[in-house]
């Protein structure tokens, strides 16, 4: 059971960074796809970006695209997700997310992190 939890959410003006942080309780992490997803009020729970370990491919949400990086440290069992050009439309509960699978853009992955609080003011 891998548990998963998100840091460095908070309040940001719009066009400013943030970069959040996701660590793993376990090594199994190093060989799951690892993913982001937020959801904002309202709304479903959406994907926004997601880095395969078989090949380290990554992958975004078309809104995101050009603004949103994702990395991570194997080493530390850590995943990032650096977001640049904030828009309040980010505004959002950002989760992590594994899975041992080929599933990517999905909201199926297996574990999760209990999310962290993005605010983009205008």
């Known amino acids: 059971q891998v548990q998963l939890v998100e840091s460095g959410g908070g309040l940001v003006q719009a066009g400013g960074s943030l970069r959040l942080s996701c660590a793993a309780s376990e090594r199994a992490f190093r060989s799951y796809t690892k993913a982001w997803f937020r959801q904002a009020p309202g709304k479903e729970?959406?994907?926004?970006?997601?880095?395969?370990?078989?090949?380290?491919?990554?992958?975004?949400?078309?809104?995101?695209?050009?603004?949103?990086?994702?990395?991570?440290?194997?080493?530390?069992?850590?995943?990032?997700?650096?977001?640049?050009?904030?828009?309040?439309?980010?505004?959002?509960?950002?989760?992590?997310?594994?899975?041992?699978?080929?599933?990517?853009?999905?909201?199926?992955?297996t574990f999760w992190g209990q999310g962290t609080q993005v605010t983009v003011s205008s």
């Not at 395969?52 to 050009?66: F, M, P, Q």
């Not at 439309?89 to 950002?94: C, G, H, L, M, P």
């Open 45 to 109: 729970r959406e994907f926004v970006a997601a880095r395969r370990w078989i090949d380290d491919s990554t992958y975004y949400a078309d809104s995101v695209k050009g603004r949103f990086t994702i990395s991570r440290d194997n080493a530390k069992n850590m995943v990032y997700l650096q977001m640049n050009s904030l828009k309040p439309e980010d505004t959002a509960v950002y989760y992590c997310a594994a899975d041992p699978g080929p599933n990517i853009r999905t909201t199926t992955y």
